[in-house]
């Protein structure tokens, strides 16, 4: 991430982390280099220390899958994660000698992954992740709902715990731009549907939004 060493696009505090991961939880798991170099997509939750940082990222397996065999070999692995993205056009714009851009929020983790097959480790993790995607739904859907088909899955899957060993986060949200400019990109990006990207970027906006938290 290019602009990830510009203070500008960093993250505000750990809540910008924890917020993204919960909005967007979908990551790529990267063990890179190797015959057996492996990149897997899977739900990712945030773990949070009793002080509230985030310590970890947990998630599951499929025991099928040859990313275990890396990752009993190698447990050093990299989350990567990218959330609400647009590319900016200049044609919104007054001055139409800007060039186009790309506004995203993206995070990538460095972790020390350990494994469980425990069944109550197991249970715990698709407990919580269910828990997260099914909240705030009149009809919430509970893992107890499967029945006995529970066994059969929870007995195909891995529990994953990633110790967070370095994060490196970018939120390029239009925070150089002046702010007509600003105001009329977000216009552009409403009127496509990126209704996520415009909240974001309005809670890192500093000349209104600071503070906000995107909903």
Same mark, same amino acid.
């Given at each position: 991430m290019g602009h990830a060493r510009d203070p500008r696009y960093g993250a505000r505090s750990q809540a910008d982390l924890i917020e993204l991961l919960a909005a967007q939880p979908l990551a790529w798991l990267v063990s890179p280099g190797g015959a057996d170099a492996a990149f897997t997509p899977l739900p990712l939750r945030a773990e949070r220390g009793r002080d509230g940082a985030?310590? %970890?990222?947990?998630?599951? +397996? /499929?025991?099928?899958?040859?990313? !275990?065999?890396?990752?009993?070999?190698?447990?050093?692995a990299h989350a990567l994660l990218l959330g609400p993205q647009a590319y900016v056009s200049p044609r919104w714009l007054d001055d139409r000698t800007q060039a186009p851009t790309w506004n995203y929020a993206a995070a990538a983790f460095a972790l020390r992954v350990s494994l469980s097959e425990a069944p109550?480790?197991?249970a715990a993790e698709l407990q919580a992740l269910v828990a997260q995607m099914e909240a705030g739904h009149a009809?919430?859907?509970h893992l107890e709902e499967?029945? %006995?088909?529970?066994?059969? +899955? /929870?007995?195909?899957?891995?529990? !994953?715990?990633?110790?967070?060993?370095?994060?490196r986060a970018t939120f390029k949200l239009g925070q150089d731009e002046a702010e007509h400019d600003f105001g009329q990109i977000l216009q552009?990006?409403?009127?496509?549907?990126?209704?996520?990207?415009?909240?974001?970027?309005r809670a890192f906006d500093s000349r209104g939004g600071a503070g906000d938290a995107p909903a």
């Open positions: 985030l310590v %970890a990222l947990r998630g599951h +397996l /499929a025991r099928r899958n040859p990313h !275990l065999a890396r990752l009993r070999r190698d447990p050093q109550d480790d197991i009809d919430a859907w499967m029945g %006995a088909r529970y066994a059969r +899955l /929870a007995s195909g899957v891995t529990a !994953l715990r990633g110790e967070i060993v370095e994060v552009g990006l409403a009127a496509n549907g990126e209704d996520a990207l415009v909240r974001w970027m």
